[in-house]
């Protein structure tokens, strides 16, 4: 009797939930890709492919109470008081004469006392250094009218306990990162310029080209420099192979001083995420919240309609007890909780809300071509489901299977025949409507957003209250542009099911040192768990620092090529569901 009040409750909190007017609370939650108005196509017309969305090459910084966020090509900047809900400012920041590219690209963002200073990329010596006191008012003037630190990547670094300033920067795959000193009052460089690190991908094996880290022929990319001090000891970060990968991955080398020498940090990649629904953990940037926590932002590759169409994800980050620097990525792209206190980042941060769609039963009001229905849940941002237009009226509808606890929803649109470069005005936000339902027959409105004016390529939206449903149907009432397409209509929440039992037989197999073989990759493989819906596998060179994470989907069995070829490496599997998340396996050792 007692079970039979509890789900009444329940119900009854469900249906008066859908019937009053749905307000939406502070969310204490987010979910990569991160929600912000990314620019429709802002590369030039010399890339012949289709329009597209795309920023990438990110840097946030916390600076007088805001988080503000600045990457390529996107003809301004946002800002942030809860790294959640971003405001765009419209700003050029370029010259007339600058026509490489429209906007700033891969710009350096940091600050010195009071001052916010930007600087984007340029393969000359002509670029200012914009410097503001106020960038919450676009009240920007010139630091420095003509750099001649100009260069490709850059990042302008402040060592406050010193107060030297410093520019690192490097886009090649030919040359290394390089560092030099700036003079304190005129930021132009003085002294001598310094080669800091190059890639070595035949001991490395995630800094190889291709898509699987795996191409021989040619040579891998480095870029992305970015400098953190922690403890007295200068962190400097790096992107590699390339930015159209999943395994687009961040490396850190560590030194004394600030233009080093550095050695190789012991865990890297440091920022890394080839599996899952948002893939791609390079070219980014560290910083701290409003708690001191440290998080870092990086880019996330589509890389579908264009090679250069990638978005952006935020990452809990911190230093081990060790001065590690890691990355949490496991789970990265569910729901995960915003800066709040002062926490864990190795395992305080994942809310526990499973995906409750993945794979399962999709209905659709029509379909263009082969953009299937079921790619709308499948977990992969590289495909996704088209309607033939963008007619109101347009829906799918996501059969959970049964009957579950929904606390959040992310709606991945997937710009399928756009129609514009830039963004679009505030008349064309998307428009939706999400309806629930128990039995599929009578629906009642979840989530009304028919009036938004805002432009939500990936929205999240936290429940402020849960409800008990079995199905969502989304039905588009506008797009900003485009036919109505979904790369990702992600559920999450808890199922009513038992989580999956440990992982058995799981093996990594690895040449040994004294054999010749390829050391750099590792064949994992393992007995399938019957109530899975798909694995993480964690990596690193300690038992105690499994910092490196891989999500794999259905699959038994995954060839990982990132592992550096002399040292030895620790692995353990957990495998996941709906309902919740099984008990890690024993952890392997490989020579």
């Given amino acids: 009797m007692k079970?039979?009040?509890?789900?009444?409750?329940?119900?009854?909190?469900?249906?008066?939930?859908?019937?009053?007017?749905?307000?939406?609370?502070?969310?204490?939650?987010?979910?990569?890709?991160?929600?912000?108005?990314?620019?429709?196509?802002?590369?030039?017309?010399?890339?012949?492919?289709?329009?597209?969305?795309?920023?990438?090459?990110?840097?946030?910084?916390?600076?007088?109470?805001?988080?503000?966020?600045?990457?390529?090509?996107?003809?301004?900047?946002?800002?942030?008081?809860?790294?959640?809900?971003?405001?765009?400012?419209?700003?050029?920041?370029?010259?007339?004469?600058?026509?490489?590219?429209?906007?700033?690209?891969?710009?350096?963002?940091?600050?010195?006392?009071?001052?916010?200073?930007?600087?984007?990329?340029?393969?000359?010596?002509?670029?200012p250094i914009w410097m503001s006191t106020n960038p919450l008012k676009d009240d920007w003037k010139e630091l420095v009218h003509k750099s001649e630190a100009?260069?490709?990547?850059?990042?302008?670094?402040?060592?406050?306990?010193?107060?030297?300033?410093?520019?690192?920067?490097?886009?090649?795959?030919?040359?290394?990162?390089?560092?030099?000193?700036?003079?304190?009052?005129?930021?132009q460089p003085e002294g001598e310029l310094f080669s800091l690190l190059a890639l070595n991908d035949d001991e490395h094996g995630w800094e190889r080209f291709g898509e699987n880290n795996d191409n021989t022929f040619l040579q891998p990319f480095t870029e992305g420099a970015f400098m953190t001090k922690y403890n007295n000891k200068y962190y400097l970060q790096y992107g590699a192979p390339g930015t159209e990968f999943s395994g687009y991955a961040d490396g850190v080398y560590v030194g004394e001083n600030p233009l080093g020498p550095f050695k190789y940090q012991s865990h890297n990649p440091f920022s890394y995420k080839p599996g899952g629904f948002a893939r791609g953990a390079g070219h980014g940037s560290t910083f701290q919240d409003a708690n001191q926590n440290y998080w870092h932002i990086s880019t996330i590759g589509i890389c579908t309609k264009n090679n250069f169409e990638r978005r952006l994800g935020i990452w809990p980050a911190g230093f081990d007890a060790e001065g590690i620097l890691y990355s949490n990525t496991a789970y990265g792209d569910y729901p995960t909780f915003l800066p709040s206190e002062n926490k864990n980042h190795l395992n305080a941060n994942f809310s526990g809300w499973m995906l409750l769609n993945y794979n399962k039963t999709v209905q659709v009001s029509s379909t263009l071509g082969g953009f299937q229905p079921n790619f709308a849940v499948d977990e992969d941002i590289k495909t996704y489901w088209s309607s033939q237009s963008a007619n109101m009226g347009e829906f799918l509808i996501s059969d959970l299977g049964e009957k579950s606890t929904i606390n959040a929803i992310q709606i991945n649109f997937a710009d399928q025949d756009v129609e514009f470069m830039?963004?679009?005005?505030?008349?064309?936000?998307?428009?939706?409507?999400?309806?629930?339902?128990?039995?599929?027959?009578?629906?009642?409105?979840?989530?009304?957003?028919?009036?938004?004016?805002?432009?939500?390529?990936?929205?999240?939206?936290?429940?402020?209250?849960?409800?008990?449903?079995?199905?969502?149907?989304?039905?588009?009432?506008?797009?900003?542009?485009?036919?109505?397409?979904?790369?990702?209509?992600?559920?999450?929440?808890?199922?009513?099911?038992?989580?999956?039992?440990?992982?058995?037989?799981?093996?990594?197999?690895?040449?040994?040192?004294?054999?010749?073989?390829?050391?750099?990759?590792?064949?994992?493989?393992?007995?399938?768990?019957?109530?899975?819906?798909?694995?993480v596998i964690y990596f690193g060179k300690d038992p105690n620092k499994l910092y490196g994470s891989i999500m794999v989907y259905q699959k038994n069995e995954y060839y990982f090529n990132g592992l550096d070829k002399s040292e030895t490496y620790y692995f353990q599997i957990e495998a996941f569901n709906s309902n919740g998340i099984g008990p890690k396996s024993e952890i392997r050792k490989s020579e």
């Fill in 150 to 187: 100009g260069a490709w990547d850059p990042q302008i670094f402040w060592d406050k306990e010193k107060d030297e300033v410093y520019e690192y920067y490097g886009s090649s795959n030919l040359y290394p990162i390089y560092g030099v000193k700036l003079n304190r009052k005129t930021f």
């Fill in 422 to 535: 830039g963004k679009p005005d505030n008349s064309k936000g998307h428009q939706y409507i999400i309806y629930a339902s128990l039995d599929g027959i009578k629906w009642n409105v979840a989530v009304n957003k028919s009036k938004n004016t805002l432009d939500v390529p990936h929205d999240y939206i936290e429940l402020e209250m849960p409800i008990i449903a079995r199905f969502l149907k989304l039905e588009n009432i506008q797009m900003p542009t485009g036919k109505f397409a979904i790369s990702g209509f992600r559920v999450f929440g808890k199922g009513n099911g038992i989580v999956p039992n440990m992982v058995q037989n799981f093996v990594a197999l690895r040449s040994a040192p004294k054999i010749k073989g390829e050391r750099r990759n590792v064949w994992f493989k393992w007995q399938q768990e019957a109530n899975a819906d798909g694995y």
């Fill in 3 to 127: 079970i039979f009040r509890s789900f009444f409750s329940l119900y009854v909190v469900f249906f008066w939930f859908q019937s009053t007017q749905y307000s939406f609370a502070q969310q204490k939650t987010y979910c990569n890709p991160i929600n912000i108005d990314y620019g429709y196509c802002p590369i030039p017309d010399f890339v012949k492919q289709g329009k597209h969305r795309t920023t990438a090459d990110p840097v946030i910084t916390f600076f007088m109470g805001e988080y503000y966020l600045f990457s390529t090509n996107q003809w301004g900047y946002w800002h942030s008081k809860n790294m959640l809900n971003w405001n765009f400012i419209s700003r050029k920041f370029l010259r007339p004469e600058h026509k490489v590219f429209d906007e700033l690209c891969a710009p350096s963002l940091s600050f010195v006392n009071d001052t916010l200073l930007v600087v984007g990329s340029t393969q000359g010596k002509e670029f």
